[in-house]
């Protein structure tokens, strides 16, 4: 992207979050990241009962288990009348499968692990996301999040005195769409009367779920990961870089 052609995409993504009526989040990943690495929590969870555990190991177990669940069991199981404490637990199996862990101690961890993920010691909020939220509000924005997560995702923004921000959590599990489909952004529209899809933007840090869909749907989308490949996106490194952004919006 020229200077030229990125100075209008972002006089346009300006105009855009001026004129919004709408502004959703996605969460992990943009306003909170994992305060330690997973994989090291489900090591400890292992270790507190006496088995040894490969870090290696238990991160490609994990990784390739994480997408085939997502494949055959979308939206946390939601599609399947599986409950997504079921689809949790099978995904801690599969990822100590290779290890010595016995049936009781895996299902012991799940049930630790489920309850653990809770607590906002395991969470970072990204710096600056309460200062854009606030300042939106401000703004009188609705604002709302769009997020491929289970239920647990209430309790955990509210333990990090986040979920009174917002005017509404959408989770994949609840309404059994998933990013990157339509169908779970045409449903963010609903929460507000009368929104037409122009009037929203979506901000997230990936391509293929939060920038990719919601422009097809018509919306406007802003992408904020530190992937410098992306040459041809108007893009930010940071949760407070795009705060910087959007305050400019309204001077």
């Known amino acids: 992207m020229?200077?030229?052609?990125?100075?209008?995409?972002?006089?346009?993504?300006?105009?855009?979050?001026?004129?919004a009526r709408l502004i959703t989040f996605d969460v992990t990943g943009t306003l909170l990241n994992f305060s330690r690495n997973p994989v090291l929590l489900y090591m400890e969870e292992a270790e507190k009962r006496g088995f040894k555990t490969d870090l290696k190991l238990l991160s490609n177990n994990f990784k390739q288990s994480w997408i085939e669940q997502n494949e055959r069991f979308p939206c946390f199981g939601a599609r399947h009348q599986m409950h997504w404490t079921e689809w949790w637990t099978k995904l801690v199996n599969k990822t100590f499968e290779g290890t010595e862990l016995d049936e009781i101690s895996l299902l012991c961890i799940a049930e630790a692990l489920i309850e653990k993920f809770k607590s906002p010691l395991c969470w970072n909020l990204e710096n600056?996301?309460?200062?854009?939220?606030?300042?939106?509000r401000d703004k009188k924005k609705a604002i709302g999040v769009i997020t491929n997560?289970?239920?647990?995702?209430?309790?955990?923004?509210?333990?990090?005195?986040?979920?009174?921000?917002?005017?509404?959590?959408?989770?994949?599990?609840?309404?059994?769409?998933?990013?990157p489909e339509r169908q779970i952004f045409d449903l963010a529209l609903l929460k507000c009367s009368g929104?037409?899809?122009?009037?929203?933007?979506?901000?997230?840090?990936?391509?293929?779920?939060?920038?990719?869909?919601?422009?097809?749907?018509?919306?406007?989308?802003?992408?904020?990961?530190?992937?410098?490949?992306?040459?041809?996106?108007?893009?930010?490194?940071?949760?407070?870089?795009?705060?910087?952004?959007?305050?400019?919006?309204?001077?």
């Open 149 to 179: 997560f289970d239920p647990r995702i209430y309790t955990i923004l509210d333990n990090l005195s986040m979920l009174s921000r917002f005017d509404f959590v959408i989770n994949s599990y609840d309404v059994k769409f998933c990013k």
């Open 195 to 251: 929104l037409k899809p122009w009037e929203a933007v979506h901000i997230g840090d990936s391509f293929h779920f939060d920038y990719k869909p919601p422009k097809l749907a018509g919306w406007e989308a802003i992408l904020v990961n530190q992937d410098d490949s992306m040459k041809n996106i108007p893009r930010f490194n940071s949760i407070q870089n795009l705060k910087l952004f959007i305050e400019e919006c309204f001077k």
């Open 128 to 136: 600056g996301s309460v200062e854009l939220l606030d300042f939106l």
């Open 2 to 19: 020229t200077f030229k052609s990125l100075r209008r995409a972002m006089l346009k993504l300006q105009t855009c979050i001026r004129g």
